[in-house]
């Protein structure tokens, strides 16, 4: 898991309630991700940030929300407007600028009933 | 965009067989291609990784080979243990480019390693 450090590791929340996910690095790293994993199903990304205070949308954008304050935090909130919010959430981060390896942390498993 | 398939989904060898797991990818400009493993419960772990400028990467028993016309990728692990139990993912990217470090990922591939 390197230095990436995600919390907690398991989340409960009701429907309709959002809720934030905490993806903190200590590699000095300048890109963030953030990835959905659903059983039997590869990584799918739902944002990234390339460099302080910017980020884009990935694949599935819809339902959540980020922000980048500092270079070290990406946490992502997961909106009332997720439909199907149950899932295991993966946050990775790498230099921008090489090499392009992207580590990842230990992940969050979120439980919405 | 990219569109990474990954076969088969599930592989089942005997301790001390060879596996290979195969992807292919449609994006001619993709120019790195790593290799994950990932644990039940954990978050995935690279294990090795290609560019595209080698046709193929070894680390022990693990091996990795890349043909670029073809466009597909090949992870291939010799003498199997059951600790190589896990699933893999494969993944693409055009590293460098404009969409750069956006991995796309394989769909997984559960590997079992019978005793």
């Known amino acids: 898991d390197g230095g990436i450090t995600q919390s907690p590791k398991y989340l409960f929340r009701k429907e309709g309630q959002n809720v934030t996910l905490s993806c903190e690095q200590n590699l000095n790293h300048d890109a963030m991700y953030w990835y959905r994993q659903d059983p039997g199903q590869g990584l799918r990304l739902i944002y990234y940030s390339q460099i302080v205070n910017d980020f884009q949308k990935g694949d599935i954008a819809e339902g959540y929300s980020v922000s980048r304050e500092k270079k070290e935090s990406f946490p992502l909130t997961v909106t009332s407007a997720q439909k199907n919010p149950t899932a295991f959430y993966l946050c990775?981060?790498?230099?921008?600028?090489?090499?392009?390896?992207?580590?990842f942390g230990p992940g969050t498993r979120l439980t919405v009933t | 965009g990219e569109n990474v398939e990954q076969h088969p989904s599930t592989l089942s060898v005997q301790e001390g067989d060879s596996a290979v797991i195969k992807c292919t990818y449609s994006?001619?400009?993709?120019?790195?291609f790593p290799w994950y493993k990932q644990e039940l419960g954990k978050g995935p772990q690279l294990i090795i990784d290609i560019r595209s400028n080698v046709g193929e990467k070894k680390d022990q028993r693990i091996a990795v080979t890349l043909n670029k016309t073809a466009k597909h990728f090949s992870l291939h692990i010799t003498e199997t243990q059951p600790e190589d139990s896990a699933v893999y993912f494969c993944a693409a990217s055009n590293a460098g480019g404009t969409s750069y470090g956006k991995l796309t990922f394989g769909q997984g591939t559960i590997l079992t390693v019978h005793p």
């Open positions: 990775a981060s790498q230099y921008e600028t090489g090499p392009y390896e992207q580590y």
């Open positions: 994006d001619s400009a993709s120019n790195y």
